[in-house]
């Protein structure tokens, strides 16, 4: 492979990876930022990137960490309470909720105001989107060509005609803010980003996003971790330059129209001021190649996850039955799944975003980590439980008066961050900073009894953990 292709083919795939970020909530949550902060939509909006956009990058480099993604990143964590994550952040952003919501958060932004509630349209709708989303997963080797290299640059192009229109034609807003965003802008925008869970997209993706570049050719080890990280970095620069830009939309709708309720009103209501009946075609476009994009790497993501678990059923059979799920629950409505889906995800968010951290610190740390990574995760998932109960309405708000931060639902920072420390100097009283492992020898061996009965991955999936160093490139969480 030489240069020229090398770039091509990271850009390509930094391009693919930005649109499966970019969903229909991506779509809209920096509108209404910029909609409701005022005269304050610059500082809310780099609170916003802080989270929305830093953190899923740093997902990235964390699932860069190893070769086969968040696959191998669980077994960091102990086997059984990592393969429980994974089967939670895979259906939940998978064909039980996130994909299906695609289908029907396009339809509602692009037909729904011309055929009302039909539930033909809805159903012939979904049918055709799911057709198209199941038609490119197909052919895996080609996914994120299609994507990287056809729908976004295309839906770029849309993006930037809006968000370039609005910004030259129209002023911004010079209203005070709302009160949420009046006194520090910054933290309340922050709290925002954090809301949009993207940094649990970064670990589902990451299995796309590794297996394509290993098919292109790209090695594990030091090789694969950075183009890895670069693709990360390449989406994380077209979503903060989007998001900025959708919110000074925002803020411009603000100026003419303060009352919009959500931002995808908004928006509607921004390329109808813009381009008249031709903005609403211009909207339609935008939310369907925003959700099309996010739908594949959703249907990739989780085809591969199974299919490591089930190798037994074939991969066109794993896409087939994520269509056919995703296209019932879309049409039968998603709103008796959001009770369950919302706590699951304030279950796994404070994991997520503990195993991001303990694996970007592991780059800089010689030898490996035992337990640092458990007792940090394991305590992240307690209070993650908390939150999760919590939002289920089983649990009171008690907690939020006895532990620093919960009242913000950062509950579990603080307790983690210290099992971090903790986990830290036992590792380090115990050697293990001194010493390098086979990762991949032991996982395959204690996976190799558990891969016939469908309870750990098919060893294809597992390979050994990409650790940039020089004389540390691969790990173990086990070595006694």
């Not at 908004?266 to 609403?280: E, I």
């Not at 989780?302 to 074939?314: A, C, N």
């Not at 590792?427 to 086979?438: N, T």
Request: with cysteine; aromatic share 10%; hydrophobic share 55%.
């Amino acid at each position: 492979m030489n240069s020229k292709t090398r770039v091509l083919n990271v850009l390509v795939t930094g391009l693919a990876l930005f649109a499966m970020f970019f969903g229909a909530g991506n779509l809209i949550f920096p509108v209404m930022i910029g909609v409701e902060s005022g005269v304050e939509q610059v500082p809310a909006t780099i609170g916003f990137m802080l989270t929305g956009v830093l953190l899923p990058m740093a997902g990235m480099i964390a699932a860069a960490t190893s070769s086969s993604g968040v696959l191998g990143i669980i077994e960091r964590i102990s086997h059984y309470p990592g393969l429980v994550f994974c089967w939670l952040i895979f259906l939940s952003t998978g064909m039980l909720y996130a994909i299906p919501r695609t289908a029907a958060a396009s339809f509602s932004m692009s037909f729904q105001a011309s055929t009302g509630d039909s539930h033909l349209a809805l159903f012939i709708y979904t049918l055709v989107f799911f057709g198209i989303a199941g038609y490119l997963c197909l052919n895996p080797r080609n996914v994120l060509d299609r994507i990287g290299g056809i729908l976004t640059p295309a839906l770029l192009i849309l993006l930037a005609v809006i968000i370039i229109t609005a910004v030259a034609t129209m002023s911004p807003s010079e209203a005070a803010p709302i009160e949420k965003y009046a006194s520090t802008p910054t933290l309340k925008g922050i709290f925002d980003g954090y809301g949009t869970l993207d940094a649990i997209a970064s670990f589902v993706f990451g299995v796309v996003i590794i297996r394509a570049l290993r098919q292109k050719g790209f090695q594990p080890g030091r090789q694969l971790f950075g183009v890895t990280a670069l693709s990360g970095v390449i989406a994380a620069f077209f979503l903060g330059l989007v998001y900025f830009g959708l919110s000074m939309v925002g803020s411009r709708v603000g100026r003419l129209n303060p009352d919009v309720k959500d931002g995808g009103e908004g928006l509607a209501f921004a390329a109808q001021h813009l381009f008249g009946p031709a903005g609403r075609v211009v909207l339609g476009a935008i939310a369907i190649l925003a959700c099309l994009t996010t739908a594949i790497g959703l249907v990739e993501a989780s085809t591969q996850f199974f299919r490591g678990l089930f190798p037994q059923i074939s991969r066109p059979v794993w896409v087939v039955l994520h269509v056919i799920i995703s296209l019932a629950i879309a049409n039968l409505g998603l709103e008796a799944l959001v009770n369950v889906i919302v706590p699951v995800m304030m279950f796994c968010y404070p994991i997520t975003i503990m195993l991001v951290v303990t694996c970007i610190l592991d780059i800089f740390i010689p030898g490996h980590m035992f337990w640092a990574y458990r007792l940090s995760v394991w305590v992240a998932g307690i209070f993650g439980l908390f939150d999760g109960l919590k939002a289920a309405g089983i649990l009171e708000n008690w907690i939020d008066t006895t532990i620093p931060l919960a009242s913000l639902g950062l509950g579990w920072l603080i307790p983690s961050l210290v099992m971090l420390v903790l986990g830290l100097i036992i590792d380090i009283a115990q050697g293990r900073m001194k010493q390098a492992y086979d990762y991949d020898a032991v996982a395959r061996e204690r996976n190799q009894s558990l891969v016939s009965a469908g309870l750990a991955f098919n060893e294809d999936e597992l390979d050994e953990v990409a650790k940039p160093q020089e004389n540390a490139t691969e790990k173990s969480d086990s070595d006694n």
